[in-house]
C-alpha cells in the first residue's frame, strides 16, 4: 500500500469527522474521497461502484457499505428527491434503492 494512498485517506476520514461534527456538507464531500477500500475491491461489486459516482446524479458523494453491495449516498435535504430519482434509474431492475432518512440523534432504542 503507498504511503501517499494511506496519508490521503487518513486525512480525509478525519475531513470527514469534523465535517460530521460541524455539520459542514462541503467538508463532509471532500472527506468521502477513498484511495485505499473501495478501489482495491471495486471489482468485486462493479455494479455498486456505478452507483459510488452519485456526483454525477447531484450526490454530495457516495461511499460502499460492508462487503458492498450496499451503496450510501450523501446528498443535502433539498436535493435528495433528484438524487433517489437519478439513482433509481441507473440501478434499473438490478438494485433496490431505497431512500432512508438520516437520524441526527442517532438509533432510539426503547426495548431489546
Not at 3 to 20: S, Y
Request: charged content about 20%; proline content about 5%; cysteine-free.
Amino acid at each position: 500500500m503507498p504511503i501517499g494512498d494511506a496519508v490521503f485517506n487518513v486525512a480525509h476520514a478525519a475531513l470527514l469527522m469534523i465535517g460530521l461534527a460541524r455539520s459542514d456538507l462541503d467538508l463532509v464531500a471532500r472527506g468521502l474521497a477513498d484511495r485505499l477500500h473501495q478501489p482495491r475491491r471495486a471489482h468485486l461489486y462493479p455494479r455498486s461502484m456505478e452507483l459510488v459516482e452519485a456526483r454525477s446524479f447531484g450526490a454530495l458523494g457516495a461511499t460502499i457499505s460492508g462487503a458492498g453491495p450496499t451503496v450510501l449516498m450523501w446528498s443535502h435535504y433539498e436535493q435528495t428527491a433528484g438524487v433517489f430519482e437519478a439513482a433509481r434509474r441507473r440501478a434499473d431492475g438490478w438494485a433496490d434503492v431505497v431512500r432512508a432518512p438520516f437520524e441526527p440523534m442517532g438509533a432510539d432504542v426503547r426495548a431489546l
